[in-house]
């Protein structure tokens, strides 16, 4: 059990680690030749030029201006500075409102910090009795302050009562004053937003299967009937998975042979030599280039024949596509009306924006998606549990008695005060935080296993199964497994009567635990962030063996998006805390305002300066988090009404019944009010929009933008005549076979502004008139 001083020793070292962490961004960021790699946005927006290229040779690698370095701390300032229009305008609005999250951690704890500590604290410390010393459970000082030391049934409860209303009423007046802001903000952003291909597109899916006719053919006539007004265009989607491995293999030896090209013209003496076994380590000695160059050229072969099969394999052709509709309110009428009357077959959704697609599960068969989450979701049960198993031992061994009974030798020293303080204070946050690092990458995984088409809707999914996972284990399994470890001497003492007592003591004892964690992971692992330690090593590695000319060098710069799989769970790990230990122990909001605080400023910088999203979803994530919100407060709720169960507290508890009540319903009125600005897209302000850009480009081609929008990234390459050749297949879709389908005669004309979309349609015209 950690104590005041082991929580001192703690915060002092994760705060010497945060501003050593700051203080190497300072120099590090002003130096010429780190340039690219701390503001690699502007590089990519065209607003910034290299300080490496001008200027005496030793100003191109370090900067001589000193007076620069009494100004280290201006990013925070600089950070703050950009209004939020302009930084939707710059950075998007999903970067926008994932800010905002941030914000709302402010808005939140901020005032209810004040109020716990105004009211709670002294109501907890004040207490005559020493209720913690009558118990007989390990407790620390910093336990004095919770409601662990309120005596049974005293009348005292009735203020933590009384404040868990108060925080449940403020915590949903700002959610939703936000909700209605941000729904606001996505709508606006919509009306103001540039065409994009995805505005006009649906995601056709389930297509059913047809002897006559093939899946392109089957998509055309369908909207042709359905949709004859708005119908546009369509590009059917293609297996393409095992060519897309191909040239992505093809890519990886182009870069190696372009290592060894230069390595060979930095030392025109000596010709660069390989191995071909596993990892260069054995098999015959080669010439780097010439293996790479006929490497190469199979390849370029194999990718050759593998397109071809594509492109002529019916089997090939997945049944699905991507439609095209000449206005947003086609589009919108679309993807979200029923179109047939099977509800299983022609599925219509809107379709992600074209650098939003995850090409590779576009070629999973939708009759296979329920099976594949089934087989997701029972391994990810597994999974949560399964890592209990390992999370627990791990800290067990993170603490003195743990360390002492592993390695009994290391005693004298482990008892030494600053070593055992240090144990407990720093070392099981720093464990766990190590042993969270691979989870987001199988999470990913899982995602993608299930079959999602868009990396946004991948990235979401990844999120919710973090966010769980954390509340299983790093928040329930944390209170439970470490206090019944922790207790288990006293429960084994006591009379069986006096055990729910102690568990109701216990539970907020854990807060030591949290304190410990939120210093690590929120306070050293934000400033950690700023620093892109790995992103800084990679580009210098690789500007040394690999860069040749400025294309390269800009090539080299990964500045990498906000990661919201990963950023987000964390963020609703610090809400789910901070709203249940409000009333509990109130002693761990300060440092969860730290955390938000640090973070609000370091992700503004990363955003500005460095982060290039891969996507634009108009914030359609914020209802989740809103919802794992309100599931952190009804969360708090609950198990502060078994806290009190235990406190003889019986008649104060049945007050608390109507919180979580009260929030589901409040939950449901934000659901139906503001969600559906969320998923779909509004009629009028389709309409309105489309009215708009014919008055304003009434000339415009829409089916010349719209053509190309959605073929696969393996063919929109044009390396030689051959690519162009397939390329131009894609554009104008397979050659659709005559037919003499009964269907075809109610097919309608083309529309004389679109031209025709089908070089089959002259023989709908002679069909009409034959007698």
């Given amino acids: 059990m950690a104590t005041l001083q082991d929580i001192a020793l703690a915060a002092a070292i994760n705060i010497l680690s945060a501003c050593i962490f700051f203080l190497a961004f300072a120099v590090l960021r002003i130096q010429p030749f780190n340039d690219r790699v701390y503001f690699p946005k502007w590089y990519l927006k065209g607003l910034r030029s290299s300080p490496t290229r001008s200027g005496a040779f030793v100003q191109r690698f370090v900067n001589l201006d000193f007076r620069s370095y009494l100004r280290f701390l201006n990013w925070m300032p600089d950070a703050l500075k950009m209004p939020e229009p302009e930084l939707i305008e710059h950075a998007g609005l999903d970067s926008a409102v994932y800010l905002r999250i941030y914000l709302i951690g402010l808005k939140l704890f901020v005032p209810i910090t004040f109020l716990a500590w105004a009211i709670l604290v002294p109501v907890n410390w004040t207490n005559a009795s020493n209720t913690l010393a009558q118990s007989k459970a390990t407790y620390s000082d910093i336990d004095k302050l919770s409601i662990s030391n309120t005596p049974l049934g005293s009348e005292r409860f009735w203020s933590h009562i009384v404040m868990a209303y108060a925080f449940t009423f403020w915590?949903?007046?700002?959610?939703?004053?936000?909700?209605?802001i941000i729904a606001s903000m996505r709508l606006q952003f919509l009306a103001s937003e540039k065409r994009r291909p995805d505005q006009f597109t649906v995601l056709v899916r389930n297509v059913p299967p047809d002897a006559d006719e093939s899946v392109s053919e089957l998509v055309e006539h369908f909207f042709l009937v359905n949709h004859s007004d708005n119908y546009l265009t369509h590009q059917v989607v293609y297996d393409a998975n095992k060519l897309a491995k191909l040239v992505k293999k093809k890519e990886k030896m182009q870069n190696w042979l372009d290592y060894y090209q230069i390595k060979y013209s930095r030392n025109e003496s000596s010709r660069p030599f390989l191995k071909t076994g596993f990892l260069g380590l054995w098999g015959n000695r080669v010439d780097a280039m010439d293996f790479y160059t006929s490497e190469i050229e199979k390849l370029c072969k194999e990718i050759s024949v593998e397109r071809e099969r594509v492109a002529n394999d019916p089997k090939s052709i997945m049944p699905a596509a991507f439609v095209s509709f000449k206005t947003r309110w086609g589009?919108?009428?679309?993807?979200?009306?029923?179109?047939?009357?099977?509800?299983?077959?022609?599925?219509?959704?809107?379709?992600?924006?074209?650098?939003?697609?995850?090409?590779?599960?576009?070629?999973?068969?939708?009759?296979?998606?329920?099976?594949r989450r089934l087989i997701i979701a029972v391994a990810f049960f597994f999974l949560t549990f399964f890592y209990m198993i390992p999370i627990a031992f791990v800290q067990s061994l993170a603490s003195i008695e743990g360390i002492e009974k592993a390695v009994p030798f290391l005693r004298p020293i482990i008892e030494k005060k600053f070593i055992k303080s240090l144990i407990q204070g720093f070392l099981p946050g720093i464990v766990l935080k190590i042993f969270l690092i691979v989870l987001p990458t199988i999470l990913m995984l899982m995602s993608k296993f299930e079959g999602f088409i868009s990396i946004s809707s991948l990235e979401r999914r990844s999120a919710s199964r973090y966010y769980l996972f954390n509340f299983v284990n790093v928040f329930l399994g944390s209170i439970i497994t470490g206090s019944a470890l922790e207790q288990l001497n006293t429960f084994m003492k006591q009379s069986p009567n006096q055990i729910p007592r102690t568990i109701g003591v216990a539970i907020p004892m854990k807060a030591t635990f949290f304190i410990s964690y939120i210093m690590v992971d929120g306070w050293a692992g934000i400033a950690a962030e700023i620093l892109m330690l790995k992103p800084l090593i990679i580009f210098h590695l690789k500007n040394f063996f690999l860069v040749k000319t400025e294309k390269d060098r800009e090539e080299a710069m990964d500045p990498g998006s906000i990661g919201f799989n990963t950023g987000e769970p964390r963020i609703q790990l610090y809400f789910l805390l901070g709203l249940v230990y409000a009333v509990v122990t109130p002693v761990l909001l300060p440092f969860i305002i730290v955390f938000f605080c640090l973070a609000y400023v370091v992700f503004r910088h990363q955003i500005i300066n460095v982060y290039n999203q891969e996507y634009e979803s108009g914030a359609a994530f914020w209802p989740d988090v809103h919802g794992r919100i309100i599931g952190a407060l009804i969360i708090s709720q609950l198990l502060l009404m078994g806290l009190l169960s235990t406190k003889q507290a019986a008649q104060s508890t049945p007050f608390l019944i109507a919180l979580p009540i009260l929030t589901i319903s409040f939950h449901y009125y934000c659901k139906g009010r503001f969600e559906p600005a969320f998923i779909r897209y509004p009629l009028q302000e389709?309409?309105?929009?489309?009215?708009?850009?014919?008055?304003?480009?009434?000339?415009?081609?829409?089916?010349?933008?719209?053509?190309?929008a959605y073929i696969h990234p393996v063919f929109k390459s044009a390396?030689?005549?051959?690519?162009?050749?397939?390329?131009?297949?894609?554009?104008?879709?397979?050659?659709?076979?005559p037919t003499k389908r009964q269907s075809r005669r109610n097919t309608p004309l083309p529309s004389k502004f679109s031209g025709s979309s089908s070089p089959s349609l002259p023989e709908v015209v002679e069909e009409r008139g034959q007698p």
């Fill in 171 to 180: 915590t949903c007046y700002l959610l939703q004053k936000e909700y209605e």
């Fill in 331 to 371: 589009a919108a009428v679309c993807a979200q009306t029923q179109q047939s009357r099977n509800p299983t077959l022609w599925l219509t959704e809107w379709a992600p924006e074209p650098r939003d697609v995850y090409w590779h599960n576009l070629a999973i068969p939708f009759v296979s998606l329920t099976v």
């Fill in 686 to 708: 389709a309409k309105m929009k489309d009215t708009l850009e014919r008055a304003r480009e009434p000339h415009l081609n829409l089916k010349g933008y719209l053509q190309t």
């Fill in 719 to 737: 390396e030689d005549d051959e690519e162009e050749e397939i390329h131009g297949k894609w554009e104008h879709d397979a050659e659709l076979v």
